[in-house]
């Protein structure tokens, strides 16, 4: 990763985590929402163009942001690339996303964004350096990785995240010159309990979601996507109310403070950081032992569940947790 005098400020996923994103996350997916239904009508009515006929990757700006990501990622997942011109690792990473982009012929659709022509949207994700790599599903923020990657590991990543575009928000991209432009069928609510949690998630009610994936959870002890939506809902719950800054201090000023290091870590998630808030926890268990260390365990495997077992990222700091633990 590249950064030019420290680059953007804050953390990444709601800018300088005030959660004011939180609520504007809910409004997307709202907007994201609608606008799906109106594709759906429209490919009723034989109007409107197809998915097809849009371009798989192209160059945002903050005057098109709105149109062009919130409400394209009603009908497939955008994949957002924060760039500039004298980032060199920005210039290996995004051929790799514009190649797979094609190659996944309109699955997702690639964003670019330059940050220094827009910085606002960039404070708005709170990015720190550059490249990095997001990507917004039905209104909703997906942090993906920060830094160069190699296409292997962004081919992964992209996978899941498709995964969880169409298992989790009914997202299906058309495939490039699919012809027809037919929408994916509205979703029906299968699980009404799992359906009022993610709204209340999507509201920024956060309490509100921990006791309703909970609620899920007491029936269904072993629900993947309610587990998943619980870690969420809790991680947001702990940050809401940091203060980044003094967090980061604290946590910079002594290592050996564990809890420093869980708010420390927990803002790193949050910001997108997902290899840096691993590696404290990894580095935390190492250096302590008992309470201390069950506490830090215990949180790294919290945050493993934001992430998703099957995330190579997940599947590296579980190695390297297990290298320090025995």
Not at 247 to 272: F, H, I, N, S, W
Request: net charge negative; charged share 25%.
């Amino acid at each position: 990763m590249q950064s030019r005098n420290s680059r953007l400020n804050s953390s990444a996923l709601r800018g300088a985590v005030d959660l004011a994103a939180v609520k504007a996350a809910g409004e997307a997916a709202q907007k994201a929402e609608q606008t799906r239904a109106e594709r759906a009508r429209q490919a009723a009515a034989g109007e409107g163009p197809a998915l097809a006929e849009y371009p798989l990757v192209l160059d945002v700006t903050e005057e098109t942001f709105e149109v062009e990501v919130v409400q394209r990622s009603a009908e497939v997942p955008v994949v957002v690339d924060f760039w500039a011109e004298w980032c060199g690792p920005c210039k290996q990473l995004s051929p790799v996303l514009e190649r797979l982009a094609e190659e996944y012929a309109g699955r997702i659709v690639l964003a670019k964004i330059d940050v220094d022509a827009n910085q606002l949207i960039a404070q708005q994700f709170g990015i720190q350096g550059i490249p990095a790599v997001m990507a917004v599903v039905a209104g909703q923020l997906v942090p993906l990785f920060q830094g160069a990657e190699n296409e292997a590991n962004v081919r992964k990543i992209l996978d899941q995240l498709i995964s969880v575009a169409e298992q989790r928000f009914g997202i299906v991209g058309g495939a490039a010159g699919g012809g027809e432009g037919a929408a994916a069928e509205p979703r029906v609510p299968a699980d009404p309990a799992l359906e009022a949690a993610h709204d209340a998630l999507d509201r920024g009610d956060l309490a509100g979601a921990v006791q309703a994936y909970q609620n899920v959870l007491s029936d269904r002890p072993g629900h993947v996507e309610a587990k998943l939506g619980l870690a969420q809902a809790q991680l947001l719950q702990r940050v809401e109310q940091l203060d980044p800054q003094q967090v980061r201090t604290e946590a910079a000023a002594d290592p050996k403070d564990v809890a420093a290091q869980l708010r420390a870590a927990d803002l790193d998630l949050v910001g997108g950081h997902v290899e840096d808030a691993f590696g404290r926890l990894v580095d935390t268990v190492a250096r302590t032992f008992g309470e201390d260390r069950d506490a830090a365990r215990l949180r790294l495997l919290e945050l493993f569940e934001v992430i998703g077992p099957e995330d190579p990222r997940t599947v590296a700091a579980r190695q390297a947790l297990a290298r320090v633990l025995f």
